[in-house]
């Protein structure tokens, strides 16, 4: 191994390590940190990096493997309704912001046609990884900007392969770069897309699984992550071969694994290569950005920039409108999308390289979509804590039913397997509920069900008010993320200060947040369930049942003592972790001193108690 590789590669992680939680601390996010990291160390200030298009062109199969994990949380049925918003949303968008650049770029610049519409086809794309990185970090996905934002992303990446076919006839020279895959026929080619897709079909259902069981039944989890990269390599390639982005091709494969059985272990397998590649990426694509060019045309570099998102933002609010969204989640739309795509770098080469645009174009235009993607996480900083706030207090629709004159004693927002279980004990003594939840998928499912859903985003301050928040005793807070989950506390504390709040916490870490805010009733979504079983085990290694289910209550009892008095310190690592080695001790201690009081009492009373309330009884 070349000792200049591990240079680069210890310059990368060190300044991601670094970067990244500075700018997470600060508010900043994540790719803004990666992106400034990558200014700081590319070659036009520390210069510690070379070769940083190198690095990019492999940092590129984070996007491929981002698609993929997406395509797993859709499954067939869910993509094919949402078909219209694909086809609807993104091919306006990128019809209409293709027909406004090419309009503009030839009045205003003295090119011919065929230049103006290579330029307005390849700024009309905007950044999958960029978008969806912050969607997910910011909760965003199941939002109806999210939703909306999503189908553009999906028919801009499917709309990358006419692009590659159509920029070399519009060569303004000869060229013997070939259309994509033209040793092929047109319809060879169209056979091969049809005869891939087909493939991946068969393959995940009647191949892929089978595969999967026998891997797992060797209980080597290092040949299960090999074999999840080795499907998405494997699809990316073919994908390719054919001229297919490999992106897409990595999310259909996904979307035809979203039933299996394995898609969780694939989900966990590949995330964390996702998201290093993401990282490198968005590293070099702020090392890649030539500021001498930058500055020796700092007016029209600046000019070409503001125009590119403002134009993206004014389509976008179209759309939204044409869409009927509400006015925040327009403005989260429009700004989410408003910067040009990582597909553009590939696209501008390949212009290049076919002779439709001249190489001092390419490099402009380059550092203009590096740039837009740079001020994207500015732009949607400044969405939240500016133009988000002026939507909060107005009242929106929020969705197809509307929540009037509503005055039951109970909200309950967030109604997955968590929520609905609260909701059907409260159903079940005739307590009334309001049920908000922002899945549109699953209120779908619930309504078959006859639940009386509303669909909207929990965390904004008019949906609370509509939901009747100003007269209910109780919000019960079981939404899944805990970003969310913290800032709809935050909110219900500072406009709702009446409500007694009942928060599901996901983990510890998530319940020492929520106590630290002063949340009292805080239910840790598995403890329960496991120290149940945990009081099972115990029975099936001969204890009796009264000892078991004694056991399992000092148990639960004492640690959510533990985690009260902990709550201050969680962020302390060092003193954190001292205290629960003694914990765990002092907890061992407890436990053996009861269960040899328990001994002695059952000895002395010559058999052992039947009671056990609590422990679940197996099933015979």
């Known amino acids: 191994m070349k000792i200049e590789l591990m240079s680069d590669a210890f310059t990368y992680l060190a300044c991601a390590v670094v970067s990244v939680p500075v700018a997470r601390k600060l508010g900043l996010g994540s790719v803004l940190g990666y992106l400034i990291a990558g200014i700081c160390i ?22 491929v493997m981002m698609l993929f994990l997406i395509g797993l949380e859709l499954k067939p049925s869910l993509l094919w309704r949402l078909k219209g918003p694909i086809l609807g949303a993104g091919g306006l968008q990128v019809g209409l912001t293709t027909l406004v650049f090419f309009a503009l770029s030839s009045a205003l610049f003295d090119i011919v046609w065929q230049q103006s519409l290579a330029i307005a086809m390849i700024l009309s794309i905007s950044s999958t990884a960029m ?14 900007a999210g939703e909306s934002g999503f189908a553009v992303l999906l028919f801009q990446d499917i709309a990358i392969i006419p692009m590659m076919a159509i920029l070399p006839l519009l060569a303004m020279a000869k060229t013997d770069v070939p259309l994509v895959n033209t040793h092929i026929s047109g319809w060879q080619q169209g056979g091969l897309i049809a005869l891939l897709l087909g493939g991946i079909f068969l393959t995940g259902h009647y191949l892929i699984r089978p595969l999967f069981r026998f891997i797992a039944a060797s209980n080597m989890r290092e040949i299960f992550v090999a074999a999840a990269l080795l499907l998405v390599i494997g699809v990316s390639l073919a994908a390719h071969a054919i001229g297919l982005s490999p992106a897409l091709g990595a999310f259909l494969s996904g979307v035809v694994l979203a039933e299996s059985e394995y898609r969780h272990e694939l989900e966990a397998d590949i995330e964390p290569f996702k998201g290093l590649l993401l990282g490198l990426f968005f590293i070099s694509v702020g090392a890649n950005i030539n500021f001498e060019l930058f500055y020796s045309s700092l007016g029209t570099v600046l000019s070409l920039v503001a125009a590119l998102v403002v134009i993206k933002i004014l389509v976008l609010q179209v759309i939204g409108r044409v869409l009927r969204m509400s006015g925040a989640q327009k403005w989260r739309f429009s700004l989410s999308l408003a910067q040009g795509g990582e597909f553009a770098f590939v696209l501008f080469a390949f212009a290049g390289s076919s002779y439709v645009l001249p190489r001092h174009w390419v490099e402009l235009f380059t550092v203009v979509v590096a740039l837009s993607m740079l001020i994207t996480p500015i732009l949607l900083i400044g969405y939240e804590r500016l133009v988000e706030p002026c939507f ?13 004159n509503l005055h039951n004693p109970v909200i309950i927002a967030g109604f997955g397997r968590f929520g609905q279980v609260v909701g059907r004990l409260l159903h079940g003594h005739g307590v009334g509920t309001t049920v908000l939840e922002q899945d549109a998928c699953q209120i779908e ?7 009386k859903v509303f669909y909207g985003d929990v965390t904004r301050l008019d ?34 200060p009446h409500l007694k709040l009942m928060v599901r916490a996901k983990d510890r870490g998530h319940a020492y947040q929520l106590l630290n805010l002063g949340v009292t009733r805080v239910i840790r979504e598995t403890f329960s369930s496991a120290a149940d079983l945990g009081a099972m085990a115990l029975l099936e290694l001969g204890f009796s049942k009264n000892r078991a289910s004694r056991a399992a209550r000092l148990f639960k009892r004492h640690d959510e003592e533990f985690l009260r008095e902990q709550a201050p310190i969680y962020q302390d690592e060092l003193l954190y972790i001292s205290n629960s080695i003694q914990y765990r001790e002092m907890l061992r201690e407890l436990l053996q001193e009861d269960e040899e009081e328990q001994e002695k009492a059952e000895n002395s009373a010559g058999a052992p108690s039947a009671a056990m309330e609590d422990v679940p009884q197996k099933s015979d």
């Open 463 to 496: 949906l609370l008010q509509a939901a009747g928040a100003e007269h209910a005793k109780l919000m019960v807070i079981a939404v899944d993320e805990p970003v969310r989950s913290l800032r709809l506390v935050q909110l219900a504390q500072k406009h709702y």
């Open 131 to 144: 978008v969806l990185q912050i969607f997910n970090e910011k909760g965003w996905m199941k939002t109806e």
């Open 392 to 404: 909060a207090t107005e009242p929106e629709s929020t969705g197809s039913d509307r929540m009037e």
């Open 42 to 63: 590319g070659p036009f200030i520390l210069g510690l990096v070379d070769n940083s298009q190198a690095v990019m062109q492999f940092a590129e199969f984070g996007v």
């Open 445 to 451: 499912m619930l309504r078959r069900f006859k639940y």
